[in-house]
């Protein structure tokens, strides 16, 4: 009888999920006057993706946002965007003579606007202030008012311009904790402009340092969420990207 010879093994390798782009820009220039600020800028945000743009007073990022958002006409290059876009900046920008509901229904163009509404607001924990008006909020209601303005829109792109930025510290630490809490559960692809390079390690999946108009620096990061402030590789990307920001850790320039 004769022995049949198993030939070589070949191993097939499974492709790699494609990887989805929601935000895409090429070469992206925008000047004011003789100024350029973003000077032939190139930038990929991947669907569900959590990126924290840090870069020096001037260096572009709001305009980058501005530009992401449709909300600048005057940018050159290519600049496309999958889905719908949501932002939230710095103030939370709540219509004063609107209550708290009205103001996240506001231009919401879905069939049932309130129950929308609702459910967004239970998610921010703000459902007992649903009727409030926007003066009468602290300043952390307010950012939560604006997040839930943002998310009820379900954005595949939300574009978060410095919007923790006026909140002392203790409130900060919850609302970033909301924000992860809302991401997760919603996994939009996320920009968020900051000045804080803690609140970008503890945050982002990505940080990029924008400098001169164009991306200077970008560092991956893979510890698992929730993150602590003095674990060893966030010490390590810290004093890496304040010398990337022209910073000493010691905080001198």
């Known amino acids: 009888m004769a022995t049949r010879v198993p030939g070589p093994l070949t191993l097939q390798e499974t492709p790699a999920p494609e990887r989805q782009v929601v935000a895409s820009v090429q070469g992206l220039t925008r000047r004011f006057g003789e100024r350029t600020v973003l000077d032939r800028l190139d930038l990929e945000v991947a669907r569900g993706e959590f990126i ?6 001037g260096s572009g990022k709001s305009t980058l946002l501005r530009a992401l958002a449709g909300l600048d006409g005057e940018a ?53 202030r649903a009727g409030a008006w926007p003066l009468t909020l602290s300043g952390g209601e307010a950012q939560r008012a604006s997040l839930a303005r943002a998310l009820v829109r379900e954005p595949d792109l939300l574009l978060l311009d410095e919007p923790f930025s006026a909140l002392d510290a203790l409130t900060r630490i919850t609302i970033h904790q909301l924000v992860l809490q809302l991401w997760s559960a919603h996994r939009p692809s996320v920009l968020l402009v900051t000045h804080d390079v803690d609140e970008a390690l503890l945050l982002a999946d990505r940080v990029l340092v924008l400098d001169a108009g164009r991306i200077a620096h970008e560092s991956v990061i893979s510890a698992e969420r929730p993150r602590h402030r003095d674990h060893p590789d966030l010490t390590s990307l810290r004093t890496t990207l304040l010398s990337a920001l022209g910073v000493s850790p010691e905080g001198t320039s």
């Open 52 to 57: 924290a743009l840090l870069g020096r007073s």
């Open 76 to 128: 050159e290059g290519g600049l496309s965007v999958t889905g719908s876009v949501a932002v939230a900046f710095q103030e939370p920008r709540l219509v004063p003579w609107k209550r708290v509901h009205a103001n996240i229904t506001l231009g919401l163009a879905v069939p049932n606007p309130k129950e929308n509404a609702d459910a967004a607001l239970a998610e921010v924990g703000l459902s007992e």
